[in-house]
Nanobody, 123 residues
């Protein structure tokens, strides 16, 4: 399984960004795909996840109501729509995939990782 993240950039507080994760190299039935982020000097943290088949979504409290995760099964793509961005959202964002949906918010449970895309939100 290969994951390719894209869409990061430099934006101002309150702006929006759309991250995409193109998945290839396997079938994703039964998988959970997620976004994590890591800010400088901090641990990697869970942002959002979605089950591939049922489309069940999960969010970190810090992004609920501002971020939306979705998947396009025809294009094998997972999208993270980020609205009302804040400086504290600044981080490298990684997409990840795992079988099943247990421990969806635990980065150690994810086997496949994309290369990361940088999001910088200026104040």
């Amino acid at each position: 399984v290969q994951l390719q993240a894209s869409g990061g950039g430099l934006v101002q507080t309150g702006d929006s960004l759309r991250l995409s994760c193109a998945a290839s190299g396997g079938t994703f039935s039964g998988y959970t795909l997620a976004w994590f982020r890591q800010a400088p000097g901090k641990e990697r943290e869970f942002v959002a996840a979605i089950t591939w088949v049922g489309g069940i979504t999960y969010y970190a409290d810090s992004v609920k109501g501002r971020f939306t995760i979705s998947r396009d099964k025809a294009k094998n793509t997972v999208v993270l729509q980020m609205n009302s961005l804040k400086p504290e959202d600044t981080a490298i964002y990684y997409c990840a995939a795992k079988a099943g949906n247990l421990y969806y918010n635990d980065y150690a449970a994810y086997v496949y990782w994309g290369q990361g895309t940088l999001v910088t939100v200026s104040s």
